[in-house]
Nanobody, 126 residues
């Protein structure tokens, strides 16, 4: 059974930084494409950033491009999301997700992901 556990969320001010972590257990991380989604109250879950199995290819939503960086350490079975220049509109629960799909190597729909963490709250005050 694959388990994903997020950590690193919290309450920060606009302009601050946070680094989220997603620890994967049960299977080798390199088996999965990894992605961060987020969901704000009353809104649908949306794609934030993804990284392919090898770590060589990343994909970002326009609203985080240039501010967030996703990375993975397959040796540590951990995925990270470095979030800089945070804005109040980044406030949401952030979820880590693992996908077993092969092609295309990155996907943006939550339906394509097989395993999910419990989420970590990020709140950005103005």
């Amino acid at each position: 059974q694959v388990q994903l556990v997020e950590s690193g969320g919290g309450l920060v001010q606009a302009g601050d930084s946070l680094r989220l972590s997603c620890a994967v257990s049960g299977r080798t991380l390199s088996n999965y494409a990894m992605t961060w989604f987020r969901q704000a109250p009353g809104k649908e879950r949306e794609f934030v950033a993804g990284v392919a199995r090898s770590g060589g290819i990343t994909l970002y939503s326009d609203f985080v491009k240039g501010r967030f960086i996703i990375s993975r350490d397959n040796a540590k079975n951990t995925v990270y999301l470095q979030m800089d220049s945070l804005k109040p509109e980044d406030t949401a629960v952030y979820y880590c997700a693992a996908g077993t799909f092969v092609y295309p190597i990155m996907r943006k729909s939550p339906r394509d992901y097989d395993y999910w963490g419990q989420g970590t709250q990020v709140t950005v005050s103005s």
